[in-house]
């Protein structure tokens, strides 16, 4: 049997190394598959795309096992390529890296009808055509002669070529030996684990995607006919691997080595699989070491721990997968073993693609699961915040995450789930106010930031103005309040209220608020005099331009001023982080009105609400990125901080500013940390604007 390396070189865009190849010994299709990683040096492959498909070219050349193939055995073509359920070629579309029955791969457009006796191999377009949608490449692992890889690309059919007249029997009577199963699962990912293989040999199949779930193989032999079913494993069973319990046997501390060293380490556990094929995909914490931590969490289990009068609260709150997600076999990669850590499993690929799994593990004040109801919630975030307004001070709970992961549905609470915490809230409140003999009057008002302007979603959309007043207080002129005097007139004031809120479809949410809504509840006297308010800020869905799903101008603009004034209000919670001197509430109208929350006695929660799919990963930990930042920072400006500085510090406020900036220099030249300088610099800043904050409104 002829192979021709050319061919397979110029399938996989290596043919430029051709001559080198031959150089060095490597003449045929067959001997890829002893070639070794460290050999691709000596070929002349040193760019990593180059490696890349090398390597791809390797492994599929040793799942055809050149050698024994005798040709025009099994045909397998696409009708389509998927990822993720969704099409994105269409069928016939020239994606397909194949091998003709010789085992040379081309790259012809196999069509439907194309008489030519071939199987299609693993289909790889983003190697071979970089402009493409990027796909996850098949890494099968072959146990006890039997290859199954962890996820499936699409409706595949596979046809035997004894269905064919053309395809003669053995001389000697025998079928020639159909490779049906080991291809189908190298091409198609479905899990023949339970089948029969050896019933595969000599009988005609017809391989038909019977649901999502499994395929049908219409199996023929002589006159007699049946069917089989073969499970077909979805491409997020694999993250069923992710268990974190996995972890203790298998996880190895990811410090930050450089990726070289790393891929050494996964290359060697590479060659070592086929000793140890039942190995699960190694796990790897991400831990934070001294140098370059970007991305990595910040947290400790130390710095969970709630602090009384504690002004920033960060919470998590992971929604189970619904029903849609459920559909699509989405995996659940959220993981809360305790109430104040949550670990993510996210699944990576090493530069020599090989998988493995990366565990990013947070603390949080508090981590609710998928099973915490609407009341649990708030009795962990809100809670403390209405005790804390009920008591004359401010309060600001707000909900942040990626589109769709339940900001709403905690806000605002559904017909299924029961209410939300705006009326737990004013459930309590009522509560209180009934066990006091002062009288107070609940007002309420409610308004959204839209493409950075105030709409009063009370007065039909008025448009609003936020306004600073000569000590830097903003107001919101034109706001109406509303009197309340029931937790049921409050509904209908916010139910009435939310349907003037701006919707909008996002990719992942069909009902995405496309605004931040900020609801106000306020606790005044006879007088009007403000004895306690509180915000409730159900800010709108994080988006990237990419999730768009039918991206028009509107929803473009929609999405970046969303992430604008999301980025705004990171940006003030950074700047407080740093010592810059200058914090930008004014970057966004979001910043400029829950100016307040970060500053003075206020207290404030952050519900970051997160998605627990796969698909959602990067989405999640950005989410809680973020929500990690926030936390640190309330180290800084907590009631720790002031301790610090007090003493520190002298009494009088103009010391105190000078002592600063001269602390500030002294430490600097001495290399004390910068987050004791930020807890300096941030006290200074409640001191100067102490007093001036208190109930100017
Ligand atoms: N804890 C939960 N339990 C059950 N279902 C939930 C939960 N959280 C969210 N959901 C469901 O998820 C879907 C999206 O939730 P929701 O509309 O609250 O997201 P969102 O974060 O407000 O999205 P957007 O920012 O796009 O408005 C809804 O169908 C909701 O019922």
């Not at 993720?84 to 269409?90: A, L, R, V």
């Not at 960060?314 to 990669?333: H, I, M, Q, S, Y």
């Amino acid at each position: 049997m002829t192979v021709c390396l050319y061919k397979c070189l110029t399938a996989a865009g290596l043919q430029r190394h051709y001559a080198r190849f031959t150089l060095m010994g490597v003449c045929q299709a067959a001997h890829l598959s002893d070639l070794r990683i460290e050999d691709y040096r000596l070929l002349g492959v040193c760019s990593m795309e180059d490696r890349a498909r090398l390597f791809q070219l390797v492994q599929l050349v040793k799942s055809v096992d050149l050698r024994s193939l005798t040709d025009n055995d099994v045909r397998i073509y696409n009708d389509s390529v998927y990822e993720g359920g969704d099409e994105i070629f269409p069928a016939n579309n020239n994606n397909s890296f194949s091998l003709d029955g010789y085992g040379n791969p081309n790259g012809d457009v196999r069509k439907d009808n194309d008489e030519s006796e071939a199987f299609t191999g693993i289909s790889n377009a983003s190697c071979y055509r970089p402009s493409c949608v990027r796909r996850r490449l098949d890494f099968s692992t072959e146990i006890k002669g039997q290859r199954f890889c962890s996820h499936f690309e699409g409706p595949i059919h596979v046809c035997s070529s004894h269905n064919r007249n053309d395809n003669p029997i053995h001389e000697d009577g025998s079928t020639p030996p159909i490779q049906l199963g080991l291809h189908c699962r190298s091409a198609v990912g479905c899990d023949l684990r339970h089948s029969n293989n050896s019933k595969l040999n000599g009988r005609n199949y017809l391989c038909d995607p019977h649901n999502g779930e499994s395929i049908k193989l219409h199996i023929t032999q002589g006159s007699s006919e049946f069917n089989s079913y073969v499970r077909l494993k979805p491409k997020s069973e694999r993250f069923n691997k992710y268990d974190p319990s996995l972890a203790a046997v298998t996880s190895e501390s990811f410090i930050n080595k450089p990726s070289a060293q790393k891929d050494r380490k996964t290359i060697s556990r590479k060659k070592n699989a086929s000793a140890d094929v039942t190995k699960p995909t190694p796990v790897y914490k991400a831990e934070r070491t001294a140098g370059y931590n970007y991305g990595l969490p910040l947290s400790s289990p130390r710095a969970a721990k709630h602090v009384e009068g504690q002004r920033i609260r960060v919470c998590v709150r992971k929604r189970p997968l619904t029903r849609a997600e459920c559909r699509r076999g989405e995996a659940d990669v959220v993981y809360a073993p305790s109430g104040e850590c949550v670990v993510v499993c996210e699944s990576k690929e090493a530069v020599d693609l090989t998988e493995y799994i990366l565990q990013h593990r947070f603390y949080f004040d508090q981590v609710l699961g998928e099973g915490s109801s609407n009341e649990e919630v708030y009795q962990k975030t809100a809670y403390p915040l209405v005790q804390h307004m009920l008591s004359g001070g401010k309060a600001t709970c707000f909900a942040y995450g990626q589109t769709g992961a339940g900001k709403t549905h905690t806000m605002l609470g559904s017909s299924s789930s029961g209410t939300g915490l705006y009326a737990l809230a004013v459930q309590d409140i009522f509560a209180h106010l009934s066990t006091i003999n002062t009288a107070l009057l609940v007002y309420v008002s409610f308004f959204e930031i839209y493409c950075g302007q105030l709409y009063d979603l009370l007065e039909h959309r008025k448009r609003l103005f936020a306004r600073e007043d000569g000590n830097k207080v903003v107001h919101i002129s034109g706001l109406r309040e509303v009197r309340v005097d029931s937790v049921s007139s409050l509904l209908e004031v916010i139910s009435k209220g939310t349907a003037e809120r701006t919707q909008g479809m996002s990719g992942v949410n069909p009902l995405s608020s496309r605004s931040h809504a900020l609801l106000q509840i306020q606790i005044r006297d006879l007088n009007q005099q403000i004895a306690g308010r509180m915000w409730f800020v159900d800010l709108a869905g994080s988006e990237r331009a990419s999730d768009a799903k039918d991206p028009n101008k509107q929803s473009r603009m929609e999405g970046a001023e969303i992430n604008q004034s999301l980025l705004a209000l990171k940006e003030c919670i950074r700047s407080l982080d740093k010592e810059e001197s200058h914090t930008p509430f004014r970057q966004s109208k979001l910043t400029q009105v829950l100016k307040d929350s970060f500053v003075g006695d206020s207290m404030t929660c952050m519900i970051a609400n997160i998605s627990p799919g796969h698909s959602a990963t990067e989405h999640t930990l950005n989410t809680l990125r973020y929500a990690d930042r926030v936390k640190e920072l309330r180290g800084e400006i907590g009631p720790i901080g002031r301790r610090r500085r007090r003493s520190k510090m002298g009494p009088s406020d103009k010391n105190m500013s000078d002592s600063s900036s001269s602390n500030k220099r002294n430490r600097r030249s001495a290399g004390t940390s910068k987050n004791a300088e930020l807890g300096e610099r941030m006290q200074v800043f409640e001191y100067r604007t102490r007093g001036q904050r208190r109930w100017e409104n």
